[in-house]
């Protein structure tokens, strides 16, 4: 059953609680995100951007509210089926396919992603498309030249690269982008930072990030939370010259243009 029309947002919450016994992590947060945003959701260490994004993403039931995906309610459905739907977040690769190389990943998601079964990638020459896509995502991530180096050797740069690619391997039309450079030595930054601007564009974006050089280069729209509450939303500008914003997260003399 559709709700009512949306018109160009993919993805929204509305209303949106969650209370762990007496404590209100999500307090009736409404965001909206539009087709091919660039949208940053930022706040305070604390301020409820986990949870919000647990609860986006299934992990978390809300205790009130409704959550819908292109214009579909989702509030009930399981994570995977959220990225069946369409709806996928980056994830810690270090914590998963250690003992494989980049291409193997790539391909074992790829081939799952199609229906074609788990163990295709062990014969990659066999589909074709399987093996273009993987070569496409291996070059726009930057990935080629370590593709046959098992994942837990990688430079922690390559690693996050690679979960990003495997997300976009899932073919979604929300990513949630979650902390991309965090931990990322300055040495390996940029490159990332490059491949992040690069996203294809009929993707919708929402990035959780501490790194505000980051969030400013790459997003046309901002939501602070604060507290579990949404503290105000705006575009980048918008946002760097707020009283409130500046007072409680970005910080006098943090200017941000």
Same mark, same amino acid.
């Given at each position: 059953?559709?709700?009512?029309?949306?018109g160009?947002i993919?993805l929204?919450c509305?209303g949106l609680?969650?209370?762990?016994?007496?404590?209100? #992590? $999500?307090n009736? &947060?409404?965001l909206?995100?539009?087709?091919? *945003?660039?949208? #940053?959701?930022?706040?305070?260490?604390?301020?409820?951007?986990?949870?919000?994004?647990?609860?986006? $993403?299934?992990?978390?039931?809300?205790?009130s509210?409704?959550?819908?995906?292109?214009?579909r309610?989702?509030?009930?459905? @399981?994570?995977?089926q959220?990225?069946?739907?369409?709806?996928?977040?980056?994830?810690?690769?270090?914590q998963l396919?250690?003992?494989?190389?980049?291409?193997e990943t790539? @391909?074992?998601?790829?081939?799952?992603q199609?229906?074609?079964?788990?163990?295709v990638?062990?014969?990659?020459g066999a589909?074709?498309?399987?093996?273009?896509?993987?070569?496409?995502?291996?070059?726009?991530?930057?990935?080629?030249?370590v593709?046959?180096?098992r994942?837990?050797?990688?430079a922690?740069?390559?690693?996050?690269?690679?979960?990003?690619?495997?997300?976009?391997?899932?073919?979604?039309? &929300?990513?949630?982008?979650?902390?991309p450079v #965090?931990?990322?030595?300055?040495?390996?930054?940029?490159?990332?930072?490059?491949?992040?601007?690069?996203?294809? *564009?009929?993707v919708?974006?929402?990035?959780?990030?501490?790194?505000?050089?980051?969030?400013?280069?790459?997003?046309?729209?901002?939501?602070?939370l604060?507290?579990?509450?949404?503290?105000?939303?705006?575009?980048?500008?918008?946002?760097?010259?707020?009283?409130q914003?500046?007072?409680v997260?970005l910080?006098?003399?943090?200017?941000?243009?």
């Amino acid at each position: 059953m559709r709700t009512q029309d949306t018109g160009d947002i993919v993805l929204s919450c509305q209303g949106l609680v969650k209370r762990f016994g007496g404590i209100t #992590a $999500t307090n009736n &947060v409404t965001l909206n995100l539009r087709k091919g *945003a660039r949208h #940053a959701l930022i706040g305070p260490n604390g301020a409820g951007k986990t949870t919000l994004i647990n609860l986006l $993403t299934g992990v978390l039931e809300p205790t009130s509210g409704s959550i819908g995906l292109e214009g579909r309610d989702i509030s009930r459905l @399981a994570p995977h089926q959220r990225v069946r739907r369409g709806l996928v977040r980056t994830f810690q690769i270090n914590q998963l396919f250690n003992s494989m190389t980049p291409l193997e990943t790539l @391909a074992l998601v790829v081939s799952q992603q199609r229906g074609m079964g788990a163990q295709v990638w062990r014969r990659l020459g066999a589909g074709k498309g399987v093996a273009e896509r993987c070569v496409t995502l291996l070059e726009q991530f930057h990935l080629a030249e370590v593709m046959n180096q098992r994942t837990e050797h990688l430079a922690y740069g390559k690693r996050r690269l690679l979960e990003i690619a495997i997300a976009l391997a899932c073919e979604p039309r &929300v990513l949630l982008l979650d902390e991309p450079v #965090a931990g990322v030595p300055a040495g390996e930054r940029e490159e990332l930072l490059q491949t992040v601007a690069a996203l294809p *564009a009929d993707v919708s974006v929402l990035l959780i990030e501490h790194d505000m050089d980051l969030v400013f280069s790459f997003a046309n729209r901002m939501t602070v939370l604060v507290n579990g509450t949404v503290l105000t939303e705006g575009d980048p500008e918008q946002i760097a010259n707020d009283p409130q914003v500046k007072a409680v997260y970005l910080g006098q003399g943090q200017g941000h243009g």
